[in-house]
């Protein structure tokens, strides 16, 4: 089952920012274009922040970061979307950060909060820049969403 939802696109200062990572740990694989981050993870661009026990950084040719996975029980993320509006917030076993295509995929009991509106399932993948949710469920698991009345008449609804 798929649900599409219309969401407003990040602050663009965001994608332009450096990326700054803490961590207890760190395994960097040079031959392999992949940092490992252990424990307390936390990774900030601009106003998004993604936190997790477990993270993984994908390099491109050059030093670019070219994906960001974080693993946990749950993993969060959050970003600040629009400057008057309260951060879209997120949490799933497995978020993976595509930096190039400015897209996050929840994986894994998944749940995406935008302005007390919630959207849950076993997929969420969230295109930050056109500002779009798709969602899909297991057999066991349906899409539920929950909305709030103010953000029905929202310019811009979750």
Do not use: C, F, W
Request: hydrophobic share 35%; proline share 4%.
């Amino acid at each position: 089952m798929d649900s599409v939802v219309g969401l407003s696109t990040a602050l663009p200062e965001d994608a332009d920012q450096p990326i700054n990572i803490r961590a207890d740990t760190v395994e960097y694989d040079q031959t392999g274009n992949r940092i490992i981050y252990r424990g307390s993870v936390q990774v900030d661009q601009g106003t998004l922040r993604v936190t997790a026990e477990v993270m993984t950084i994908d390099l491109l040719d050059g030093n670019k970061v070219k994906r960001i996975t974080a693993e946990d029980t749950p993993a969060r993320y959050r970003q600040q979307i629009e400057v008057d509006k309260e951060p879209v917030r997120a949490e799933a076993l497995t978020i993976i950060y595509h930096t190039q295509e400015e897209r996050v995929d929840l994986k894994g009991a998944a749940n995406l909060e935008q302005e007390g509106s919630t959207l849950t399932g076993d997929l969420i993948v969230y295109d930050i820049v056109a500002g779009r949710v798709d969602a899909s469920a297991t057999e066991e698991a349906p899409v539920t969403m929950v909305l709030q009345p103010s953000a029905m008449e929202s310019t811009s609804p979750m």
